[in-house]
C-alpha cells in the first residue's frame, strides 16, 4: 500500500494545485454565480483563498478513499487522516501568509502563491503519514468534520465575521 499511497498523494498534490489554481478565477469567469461563490473565493481574503485547498482536496480525498478502500478494506480512518491533513494544509497557508507579511509589513503576490502550495504539500504530507500508522479510526467523525467546515465556508461567504482575515485587502470589503 505504501508506494500506491505515495504514488497517489503525488497526484493528489498535482490535481489540488492545478484544480486549487484554477478555482481561483471561477468565481469571475462563472458570471459571479452564487453556486460558484460557494466553493471558490470570491474576494482576495486569506479565508476565501483557503477555499483553493479545501474544495480540490476534499474532492480527491473522497477519489483517494475509494481507491485505497478497494485496495485494502482493513485501512481504517482514512477519511480522518485526509481531514487532519486538510486543515493542517490550511493552517499552514494562515500561518505563512501572517507571519510573512508580519515580518516585511506587506504582501508579495509571488510568496502568496507559494504558501498555496506549501500548505497543499504540507496537506498531503500530513495525511500520508497519518495514513501509513493506521491508528485512527473514525471516519464518521471525519464525515462530519468535513461537512462542517463545507458548511462554515458557504456560511462565511455570505456573512463573514468582520475580522482581518475575511477582509478583502484590495476593496475592504467582507464576503460578497
Not at 516585511?104 to 500520508?128: H, K, P, Q
Not at 479510526?137 to 458548511?151: E, H, Q, R, V
Not at 465575521?161 to 467582507?174: E, G, M, R
Amino acid at each position: 500500500m505504501q508506494k500506491s499511497l505515495f504514488r497517489y498523494s503525488l497526484i493528489g498534490f498535482i490535481f489540488v494545485s492545478i484544480l486549487g489554481s484554477l478555482s481561483h478565477f471561477i468565481y469571475k469567469w462563472s458570471g459571479y454565480n452564487i453556486v460558484a461563490a460557494m466553493f471558490c473565493p470570491v474576494n482576495e481574503s486569506v479565508w476565501e483563498h483557503l477555499k483553493l485547498l479545501f474544495f480540490p482536496y476534499l474532492i480527491w480525498s473522497i477519489a483517494e478513499y475509494r481507491k485505497l478502500i478497494g485496495e485494502n478494506p482493513n485501512t481504517k480512518g482514512i477519511l480522518l487522516c485526509k481531514l487532519i491533513g486538510a486543515v493542517t494544509g490550511m493552517i499552514t497557508i494562515v500561518t505563512f501568509f501572517y507571519t510573512y507579511t508580519g515580518m516585511i509589513g506587506r504582501s508579495i503576490e509571488i510568496v502568496n502563491i507559494l504558501s498555496f502550495f506549501i500548505g497543499t504539500g504540507t496537506a498531503f504530507i500530513t495525511d500520508n503519514l497519518l495514513i501509513k500508522q493506521n491508528k485512527l479510526k473514525y471516519d464518521n467523525l471525519a464525515i462530519a468534520g468535513f461537512i462542517s467546515i463545507t458548511a462554515v465556508f458557504i456560511i462565511f461567504t455570505f456573512a463573514p465575521p468582520l475580522i482581518p482575515l475575511f477582509k478583502d485587502p484590495i476593496t475592504s470589503i467582507y464576503g460578497i
